[in-house]
């Protein structure tokens, strides 16, 4: 089967919906400027919530940090 006929309708289809994201706020009429809004906040809030939180579990600045205050202290280990 040959699908080379729904090339073109798949790329106008494309760009009336990347410009209905991220125009139709400012061009579009009331019904459909707010849905154009709302689209756009769903597909980033998506986006943002496929990439993983990365928390550190470790102050990166501990060993450093206990080394200044061994220093202040005169020598002696920090007490816990």
């Given at each position: 089967?040959?699908?080379?006929?729904?090339?073109?309708?798949?790329?106008?289809?494309?760009?009336?919906?990347?410009?209905?994201?991220?125009?139709?706020?400012?061009?579009?009429?009331?019904?459909?400027?707010?849905?154009?809004?709302?689209?756009?906040?769903?597909?980033?809030?998506?986006?943002?919530?496929?990439i993983p939180r990365w928390e550190?579990?470790?102050?990166?600045?501990?060993?450093?940090?206990?080394?200044?205050?061994?220093?202040?202290?005169g020598g002696k280990a920090p007490q816990p």
């Amino acid at each position: 089967m040959n699908f080379s006929y729904l090339k073109p309708w798949l790329i106008v289809s494309s760009v009336l919906f990347l410009a209905f994201v991220f125009l139709g706020d400012r061009v579009l009429p009331e019904p459909l400027g707010p849905a154009s809004a709302q689209t756009r906040v769903t597909l980033n809030n998506l986006f943002v919530g496929l990439i993983p939180r990365w928390e550190r579990k470790t102050n990166p600045y501990g060993r450093t940090e206990e080394a200044i205050e061994t220093e202040e202290s005169g020598g002696k280990a920090p007490q816990p």
